[in-house]
């Protein structure tokens, strides 16, 4: 049978405070103001805005467009192609919160980076397939947008504000009509 003395249950109880103050400093780390949850995912925010580079692309006529055309609106920019397949799970989720949120304020940008001949024509077959209706086809045929803007895949998302300027971004596929990403960017819209 062992004894406990007092010293021993004040140690056991040191290790235990220690533990959970170092548990509430690593979720403070993951959960603080650099990072917002979108489901399961984890949306990074910067702890200033970065000024995004040129990215140009077309619009579903093949009009040359650049993303300043688009200023004055918050934009959650979302690279994607059609060859992917989180990227295509994820659209339907972006087409809702178009849907949903899109209008003066604010707009969902999906810029697909397919880039072969038929690039623009497969973009609007995928869109017509899976009944996206409320976001704006936008191609990039050089495929350079994610490269200009430091992607490291498809999909990525940017969160960019009235004056151009990267708020964050989320690297994989999210649920961007879910409550989380709805808060988001109401609290981008009107800070």
Known sequence: MAVTTRRQRWAVLAVVVAALAAGAVLRGLLDGPGSAAIGQKRFVLHAQPKQTPPVSFVDSNGAPMQLDHLRGKVLLLNIWATWCAPCREEMPSLDRLQARLGGPDFEVVALS???????????????????????????????????????????????????????????????????????????????
């Open 113 to 191: 980076i397919d880039n072969d001949a038929k690039g623009l024509a497969q973009v609007k077959a995928f869109y017509s397939q899976v009944g996206i209706r409320h976001l704006r086809i936008f191609q990039d045929p050089t495929a350079s947008a994610g490269f200009n803007l430091g992607t490291a895949g498809v999909p990525t998302t940017l969160l960019i504000d009235r004056q151009g300027r990267e708020l964050g971004r989320l690297a994989g596929a999210a649920e961007w009509d879910s409550e989380d990403a709805i808060k988001l960017v109401r609290r981008t819209i009107s800070p």
